[in-house]
């Protein structure tokens, strides 16, 4: 079992839609990061959060250590919002290594 | 400022040949890694240097080596290419590793023959 899954894998939706990605982790964390794979290929942090909610724009992720969780919501979704979403996890051992999921690929229709 | 950038962005080698993937960044980071993404899987750390001077093994090491060769610049190393390190590789930066956003370069893409 992968210390990180994320669901679902593929989400497909129209524009406008409320988006919800999913992420558990099974291990103690210190930091939970949310990123962003254009389908170019390039890779961005969207968020990087230890507790509660952070809000960018249409974006918001939230957290909640004791059931070992994270979403990441998209407000009024937009085809450019298609991308590949990517969670990572920062473990509690000490060392600066990230352990991140295998990614959801999100197509938003027009 | 160019953030964290990678050459080349596409090679394919045969199976033997050796080459080095360069990585430089300009945010005068402390922290740099290499990483390789495969279908399926998730990004998988290969080599990171937590500062200049320093270098740590990470989760697939094997045929890979790193220098860091100053604060800026983080190069990887396939000595006997193999089929098996076809992928597609990251470098990234960041100014205190996991605790803090790393910033990513665009990536190599690397065929083994």
């Known amino acids: 079992k992968n210390e990180v899954e994320q669901s679902p894998q593929n989400l497909t939706a129209q524009e406008g839609e409320f988006i919800t990605i999913n992420c558990s982790y099974s291990v103690g964390i210190s930091a939970l990061h949310w990123l962003q794979q254009h389908p170019g290929g390039g890779i961005v942090s969207l968020f990087m959060l230890s507790s509660g909610k952070k809000k960018h724009g249409r974006l918001i992720a939230t957290i909640n250590i004791q059931e070992k969780h994270s979403s990441l919501h998209i407000t009024a979704s937009h085809p450019r919002d298609s991308a590949v979403y990517i969670c990572?996890?920062?473990?509690?051992?000490?060392?600066?290594?990230?352990?991140f999921g295998t990614g959801t690929r999100l197509t938003i229709i027009p | 400022n160019a953030g964290v950038t990678q050459t080349p962005k596409f090679q394919v080698l045969k199976t033997g040949q050796s080459m080095t993937l360069q990585c430089a960044q300009d945010m005068n980071h402390n922290s740099m890694y290499w990483y390789r993404q495969d279908p399926g899987m998730g990004l998988r750390l290969i080599y990171y240097?937590?500062?200049?001077?320093?270098?740590d093994k990470g989760e697939v090491p094997n045929g890979y080596n790193v220098s860091r060769l100053n604060k800026r610049e983080f190069s990887l190393r396939l000595e006997s290419a193999a089929p098996s390190q076809t992928s597609v590789y990251f470098c990234?930066?960041?100014?205190?590793?996991?605790?803090?956003?790393?910033?990513f370069g665009p990536g190599t893409r690397l065929t083994v023959l």
């Open positions: 240097s937590a500062s200049e001077g320093t270098t």
């Open positions: 990572a996890v920062r473990t509690n051992f000490g060392n600066e290594k990230l352990t």
């Open positions: 990234a930066s960041g100014p205190r590793g996991g605790r803090d956003t790393q910033y």
